[in-house]
């Protein structure tokens, strides 16, 4: 059964470091999305992806993260300057049609900053 | 205001038992859906719902939406262990796929 993926499964940087997020999207879906899960604490939305572009983002994605589709398969996350409050677990979802329908979700990536 | 508020925030049952996980929310939505989440995992889709709808199954589970009072639930029917997990209502409101997420249910099934 096809699934998403992504990687690495844990990460370590150092604060002020760039960190770029991976994922690979179940091959045929459309749109894509990444959600942060601060631990102990609720999954949150951060940014849509569909046709090479934005389509919604959150608060949270401020102008410190960027997203990239850069081949046919690869979907990443970038933080630019890392904090020590964008610890959390990062999680990777896509979607075959429109945005009112299931989403696929990946393992996760787990980012520690020191 | 949060959206997507779950109750009760731990559920401890006996095998065989059924569960029922309570969700609100606050706006309109196109729909909600269920998630689980076992221990440091992904979330798994359980369950989609639309807001024209006022319930569903799917196997063991069935979901319910109260639109007039912003609410749904989860119920699972005759608890496994294996059902051990976090359970999440998630609200879609627009076309751009964004979902809110609740603080979830942590549901323990002891054998």
């Known amino acids: 059964e096809p699934e998403v993926t992504q990687t690495p499964s844990h990460q370590v940087t150092q604060m002020g470091q760039e960190v770029i997020l991976r994922c690979v999207p179940i091959?045929?879906?459309?749109?894509f999305y990444w959600y942060r899960q601060i631990l102990g604490q609720k999954v949150e939305f951060l940014v849509s992806?569909?046709?090479?572009?934005?389509?919604?983002k959150s608060e949270i994605f401020d102008d410190q993260f960027s997203v990239e589709r850069p081949d046919g398969s690869n979907f990443t996350l970038k933080i630019r300057s890392t904090k020590l409050e964008d610890s959390a677990m990062y999680f990777c979802?896509?979607?075959?049609?429109?945005?009112?329908?299931?989403?696929?979700f990946g393992p996760g990536t787990r980012l520690t900053v020191l | 205001s949060q959206q997507g508020e779950e109750d009760p925030q731990a559920l401890s049952i006996q095998e065989g038992e059924n569960a029922t996980m309570n969700c609100s929310y606050k706006?309109?939505?196109?729909?909600l859906q269920w998630y689980r989440q076992n221990s440091g995992r992904g979330l798994v889709h359980l369950i989609l719902?639309?807001?024209?709808?006022r319930e569903k199954h799917s196997g063991r589970l069935r979901v319910t939406l109260d639109t007039s009072k912003k609410s749904s639930s989860l119920l699972i029917t005759a608890s496994r262990a294996a059902d051990t997990a976090s359970y999440f209502c998630?609200?879609?409101?627009?076309?751009?796929?964004?979902?809110?997420f609740g603080q979830g249910t942590t549901l323990q099934v002891k054998p």
């Open positions: 706006t309109s939505i196109n729909n």
């Open positions: 091959s045929n879906h459309l749109y």
């Open positions: 992806f569909y046709n090479n572009e934005i389509s919604e």
């Open positions: 998630a609200t879609g409101s627009s076309n751009t796929g964004k979902l809110i």
């Open positions: 979802a896509s979607s075959p049609t429109s945005g009112a329908n299931e989403q696929f």
């Open positions: 719902i639309r807001s024209n709808e």
